[in-house]
């Protein structure tokens, strides 16, 4: 376990790990799991391999389980998936959340899918629900959000820092304890940062671990990332 200022960072299993988060420790989830996809960038093929437990969700119950177990009662959770498993995502999340609403996170540009026979996608989705009820610190916002996607220098599936930030404004104040058991390359640690919440965020691979622990520390010491 690393420990930067205000960040804890552990490599492994967030299934696992998760075990030693007290019951209602935590004032919001934020979270960007493997959409069950078998995803892999073809964009940068040489540079980033296939992402871990991306090929089954048999694992997304038990981590909606635990994530309603260490968030505080009256939390919110914010979890980003595509329209491709959203049915499988939204049973798993309505068993340990009410629903609040599905956001459209539409992006400045499309990606590829099939050229000649498919829209083009250029949207993704984030659940967004409550344990218990959490009202709005912000103003209330729509529930169609336009933010410009990353240039995914960090990781393939790497979520824009702004677009992170509206989010935890809206659902904690300063010092709030903000949770990402996916960190990937730790963009959620970075919005935490720049807000001034705390944060715990687990990572299984060893290398976007590094990178996560490397984009904070720069953050916490008002580098780039911000
Ligand atoms: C969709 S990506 C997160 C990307 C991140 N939001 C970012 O901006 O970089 C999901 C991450 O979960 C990690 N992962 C997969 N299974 C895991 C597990 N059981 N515990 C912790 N991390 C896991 C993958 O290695 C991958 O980096």
């Not at 939390?75 to 595509?82: E, K, L, R, V």
């Not at 340990?96 to 993704?124: C, M, Q």
């Amino acid at each position: 376990m690393e420990n930067i200022e205000k960040c804890e960072l552990w490599q492994g299993d967030c299934l696992e790990l998760m075990k030693d988060i007290p019951s209602g420790s935590v004032d919001l989830v934020l979270t960007d799991p493997p959409y069950g996809m078998g995803f892999q960038s073809h964009r940068r093929k040489e540079v980033y391999a296939k992402i871990k437990n991306d090929t089954s969700l048999e694992w997304l119950d038990g981590y909606f389980a635990e994530c309603n177990r260490i968030l505080k009662d009256d939390t919110a959770i914010y979890c980003f998936c595509s329209w491709h498993n959203v049915d499988i995502f939204k049973k798993a999340f309505e068993k340990y959340f009410k629903l609040k609403n599905i956001i459209v996170w539409v992006k400045n540009n499309h990606g590829s899918g099939d050229l000649k026979a498919s829209y083009a996608p250029k949207h993704e989705f984030i659940l967004y629900g409550n344990k218990g009820r959490r009202t709005f610190y912000g103003k209330r916002m729509e529930d169609v959000i336009f933010a410009n996607k990353t240039k995914n220098e960090n990781h393939p599936t790497e979520k824009p820092i702004d677009l992170l930030e509206q989010f935890i404004n809206n659902s904690t104040e300063k010092k709030s304890v903000v949770f990402d058991g996916f960190m990937g390359s730790g963009s959620t640690g970075v919005a935490c940062v720049n807000t001034n919440r705390r944060f715990i965020g687990i990572e299984l691979d060893e290398g976007y671990f590094n990178i996560a622990k490397q984009r904070i520390d720069e953050a916490i010491k008002g580098g780039a990332n911000g």
